[in-house]
């Protein structure tokens, strides 16, 4: 479907070729003047240099075009040449009932649709969530969901950190705690046991132990990287013993993340590459991609013109170990082995961009990846009210799930206090509460563009009113209620009859909807699709507030009105959905 918009930068476009001129003059966009009118060109004035005519006789020329192709548009030549532009009511009705017929309501497709992985989530086995892996999650999460609905063939991985330091550290913890374990005794000729030695608990537990005691004994800290050497070069035991920690990590994230609403196609992680590392190690060696420095293996990727020096990337380290670099060149071999994709892109924070950098470059030169096909889709923190990274009370990192459970808390007394308890059983209030609060959570996330630091404030993002996650969710469910009554009474949407501005205000919010899917889909940034549907949503609380449906008297006008509402609900529902927020009946 093309948009309003798009067709009267068409229809502009043929007026300035038919004058000579070059058809991008006649982009027409939304007004900076709604007052004056909802649609503006301002190509004469760019078009007066070259067709050394003064901008407003260009404009009267494009009028003049304009007047017999499209009857139904006011043209108003402004100032010094602007073009303001009115669609008729009747070129709305055309574009609505258009979009009311259209099943994705308006969404359109891209061109050229490309397999492409996404990486995100991230969250590293044993220790706790924070919320820079919420933020990647949600974020990832709304980009797996905006690029497949646009036709991208899309894989999601979330790449689990299982393959550093902090294996070694839970090694030797249990080894401290439970010495008589199979997984330590060299002898042991296995099977080694199916069950795990550990609760998602015990790991908890256990990581915060071994790190606090590594820092205040050098000795000790050896023997956890000894650890994890040995686990990296295949000890049987401490390999069935990381599997054990694996596969107990993996089942306690499905359950936050399935709570979250966040899915992944792929669970690897880090290990699952490790196989890979000594022959893309020869590789690099021997093709000279990598070379020797003081005892390490390099890749060298800075380039002349780089404005601040970027140090190479260790491939392996002096000590004979492969670094968070090796492993992530490793992923991308093994990406193109398993999937093949076009595009990669990595949802991580800013704080790691050199290392992408690094990593993005050095694939290149190895030919791992084309130019273009990684991308780094950074993110900023999330601060606490004195503008720092978010702590806990205690000052340590804020865990994902305390978070998740605060959200809960709070929406749970909102929603008692709205007194939905009474009308619904306790587990259909707690599946309310967890809408809300995820709402809450990945809209105040998402609405910003993802660069940017925003401050936690849980109190602003669970109410109902402001910009908010439950604001929109609340808009969806009024238009739910008033459909149901509606369709209670046995009355029926209709054809749209677009005449009072409040509605043609409508149309327009309802007509950019694929233009906010596209500018989010080009930039990598839900918060394109935050702004449209927080604006959708005013746009029809300003129609309903002058448009009443139920009480209308005149059939057609009901109809037509029904019709808007529930076109609106599509498309909002849609719009939510594509930034991973579910609607519930009520609340
Ligand atoms: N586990 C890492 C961390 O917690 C994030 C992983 C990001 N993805 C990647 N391919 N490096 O910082």
Request: aromatic share 6%.
């Amino acid at each position: 479907m093309t948009s309003l918009a798009d067709q009267l930068s068409a229809a502009l476009g043929d007026a300035f070729t038919a004058m000579g001129l070059d058809a991008k003059l006649g982009r027409v966009s939304e007004s900076d003047r709604p007052d004056l009118a909802p649609y503006q060109c301002n190509g004469a004035l760019a078009a007066a240099k070259q067709a050394g005519k003064p901008p407003r006789v260009i404009a009267q020329g494009v009028a003049d075009h304009l007047a017999s192709v499209m009857p139904d548009l006011a043209v108003e030549i402004a100032g010094p040449g602007f073009l303001n532009l009115t669609p008729a009511p009747a070129m709305y009705t055309g574009q609505v009932n258009a979009l009311a017929g259209d099943e994705r309501a308006g969404a359109g497709r891209v061109d050229v649709p490309r397999k492409v992985m996404i990486d995100f989530g991230g969250p590293n086995v044993a220790k706790p969530m924070h919320v820079g892996h919420l933020r990647s999650s949600v974020i990832g999460d709304s980009l797996q969901r905006l690029l497949r609905f646009l036709g991208h063939e899309v894989t999601s991985d979330i790449h689990l950190g299982d393959w550093g330091l902090q294996m070694g550290q839970l090694i030797t913890e249990l080894e401290d705690e439970q010495p008589d374990l199979p997984y330590f005794d060299e002898a042991f000729a296995g099977p080694y046991p199916d069950v795990a030695p550990v609760t998602i608990e015990d790991l908890a537990r256990l990581y915060p132990q071994a790190s606090a005691k590594g820092k205040e004994d050098p000795a000790r800290q050896e023997r956890s990287r000894k650890a994890t050497a040995e686990l990296q070069a295949g000890r049987p035991g401490y390999r069935a013993l990381l599997r054990h920690f694996i596969n107990v990590s993996i089942a306690a994230l499905k359950e936050d993340f399935s709570a979250l609403g966040v899915h992944f196609d792929l669970w690897k992680g880090e290990s699952d590459v490790n196989d890979l590392i000594p022959a893309m190690v020869e590789d690099f060696k021997a093709r000279g991609v990598a070379e020797e420095s003081e005892g390490a293996w390099i890749v060298r990727v800075a380039l002349e013109d780089d404005k601040k020096e970027l140090a190479p990337l260790i491939l392996v380290s002096s000590q004979g170990s492969a670094l968070y670099a090796t492993t992530d060149l490793a992923t991308i071999l093994d990406r193109r082995e398993s999937v093949n994709p076009d595009l990669i892109l990595y949802v991580v924070d800013l704080g790691q961009s050199d290392h992408f950098e690094q990593v993005f470059r050095a694939a290149v030169k190895a030919g791992l990846a084309g130019e273009g096909g990684l991308e780094h889709v950074k993110f900023g923190t999330v601060n606490g009210p004195d503008g720092k990274r978010l702590r806990t009370r205690a000052g340590g990192t804020f865990r994902l799930a305390d978070l998740i459970e605060e959200a809960r808390e709070r929406a749970r007394a909102r929603l008692a206090e709205a007194g939905l308890g009474e009308s619904l059983d306790a587990a259909s209030l707690e599946d309310v509460a967890r809408k809300v609060a995820n709402a809450a959570i990945k809209f105040a996330d998402l609405q910003n563009y993802r660069t940017t630091n925003y401050i936690f404030e849980m109190d602003r993002f669970v109410s109902f009113e402001g910009r908010t996650g439950p604001y929109l969710l609340y808009q969806a469910v009024r238009i739910k209620s008033l459909m149901r009554k509606a369709a209670g009474e046995g009355l029926e949407p209709g054809a749209i009859i677009v005449s009072v501005p409040e509605e043609a205000a409508l149309v327009r919010r309802l007509d950019g909807f694929h233009g906010a899917l596209m500018r989010a889909h080009d930039d990598r940034a839900p918060n394109h699709v935050c702004e449209h549907v927080f604006g959708l949503a005013q746009a029809f609380s300003s129609f309903y507030a002058v448009c009443p449906i139920l009480p209308e008297k005149d059939e057609a006008v009901r109809r037509s009105r029904l019709g808007l509402a529930a076109l609106t609900l599509r498309q909002l529902e849609l719009g939510l959905s594509l930034i991973g927020l579910e609607t519930p009946e009520q609340m």
